[in-house]
């Protein structure tokens, strides 16, 4: 089969690299616009993932068979009604969701309220836009503390504030809503109870009636160890997770991933693609925090590695309504990912140094090396983004896993380069 992902980070490489291990040949793939490790599981072509039009053309010319959307942009901006809608293109397996069922990513306002109508738990929540700004005063004076407010679109994973005070919460409120603070994606504010617990991401493939579960993670978000600082795109991965044991997986399949995916049948709405589930563990109960169209980064660098079925081949099940004739099968051992970044980041950072890799003899059986923020110039592989590579390791436990990722990342050069050596810390 001929395959199109779209995307040019660490979760386009994983995919393409667990199509690479598990199809036999079978599968030719092509990455748009890609970076030099996807190069290697496949052909990079040089196109936007907004350019529909040029994407279209290219699927045609070249006998593609299905698109895979890596990241949620091109979801949130139509492309798969784009294909559904062309007569021409419409034959091509498209695996995302329409851009209505793209909403549970794009509007936290669309997403909380899916929630409720399939009582699906969540924290509590009420939304706001600027007609009505004069109730949301009061109603920020009088909420407990701390007060969570979301922009209700996309804004670059930088959308959530948690306020310590309600001095500090009305103004962020006024900030978002008056000042443009994020701008359109802040236009209506979603202001939540704030829930205290540990989170974990779960994944599914849907068909918009049947899913599959794939491997669970958790991913950490701050930049510093111990999880200090400021958030980030992620700096790391674990899976599984140690404290999602079977009971509390079933659960979340019983309480939230079922209710879902039967709410988007019985709503209608168009969804063949990933779900990915923001959760969190409160006194042993699962409540959700968000929906993303698509899978996480860098949680696919651990979940990629640990399913040992092709990923395409469950991708064309869903296409086709087969998923429930499919079933995966998982490594069992433990897989830990660590992000290395340029320095500075999140703040602002330099782009352009060299990339020293190591030789691939001195890479350890069990250990990958995903590119994410890279590129090609002048013949050698430079840094081209803020999340610019990481290790995943296989390991009996979390620590043992953690240990080998971190050897090879110490192989690794880069001017800047910064990486988090504590992932897992928690469960060692």
């Not at 994973?157 to 001095?167: R, Y």
């Not at 980064?297 to 651990?302: G, I, L, Q």
Request: glycine letters at 10%; one cysteine or more.
């Amino acid at each position: 089969m001929k395959i199109l992902i779209l995307g040019s980070g660490g979760r386009e490489h994983a995919i393409a690299w667990n199509i690479q291990q598990h199809s036999n040949g079978r599968d030719e793939v092509f990455v748009t616009p890609g970076n030099p490790g996807t190069a290697q599981c496949g052909a990079n072509i040089n196109l936007s993932i907004t350019d529909f039009e040029g994407i279209g053309k290219f699927c045609l010319e070249n006998l593609i068979e299905m698109v895979i959307a890596g990241p949620e942009e091109p979801l949130v901006k139509g492309a798969c009604d784009f294909f559904k809608k062309n007569d021409s293109l419409k034959h091509i397996h498209f695996i995302g969701p329409s851009q209505f069922g793209a909403q549970l990513e794009g509007s936290k306002a669309f997403a909380k309220a899916f929630m409720q109508r399939h009582q699906i738990p969540t924290a509590a929540y009420k939304e706001f836009k600027e007609e009505s700004f004069e109730e949301g005063i009061p109603y920020l004076q009088n909420h407990s503390l701390p007060i969570v407010l979301k922009a209700d679109g996309l804004a670059a994973g930088k959308g959530v504030v948690i306020c310590q005070n309600h001095e500090e919460a009305i103004e962020e409120f006024g900030a978002m809503i008056q000042q443009a603070k994020f701008g359109d994606a802040g236009k209506r504010v979603v202001v939540e109870q704030f829930l205290d617990g540990i989170e974990l991401s779960v994944f599914v493939l849907t068909d918009g009636k049947d899913y599959v579960l794939l491997p669970e993670a958790k991913d950490y978000k701050r930049i510093g160890e111990k999880d200090t600082g400021l958030n980030t795109g992620g700096m790391g991965a674990v899976s599984p997770v140690p404290f999602a044991d079977d009971a509390f997986m079933q659960k979340i399949i019983t309480r939230i991933i079922k209710p879902t995916v039967d709410g988007l049948h019985k709503e209608n709405i168009d969804y063949t693609g990933f779900i990915f589930f923001g959760l969190i563990k409160v006194n042993e109960e699962p409540f959700t925090i968000e929906y993303n169209c698509r899978m996480g980064d860098p949680e696919t660098e651990v979940v990629m590695p640990r399913l040992q079925t092709n990923i395409a081949d469950l991708c064309l099940a869903a296409a086709q309504n087969r998923l429930h004739e499919m079933s995966t099968e998982t490594d069992s051992r433990t897989a830990v990912t660590m992000m290395a970044v340029s320095g500075g980041y999140p703040g602002s950072f330099e782009k352009g140094f060299k990339i020293v890799f190591p030789p691939a003899s001195s890479i350890p059986e069990g250990s990958i090396i995903f590119q994410a923020g890279t590129k090609v110039h002048e013949q050698q592989v430079v840094t081209n983004g803020g999340r610019v590579l990481c290790v995943t390791s296989f390991g009996e436990n979390v620590a043992e896993a953690a240990f080998r990722s971190k050897s090879v990342l110490q192989q690794i050069k880069f001017d800047g380069m910064y990486y988090r050596s504590d992932i897992g810390w928690e469960f060692m």
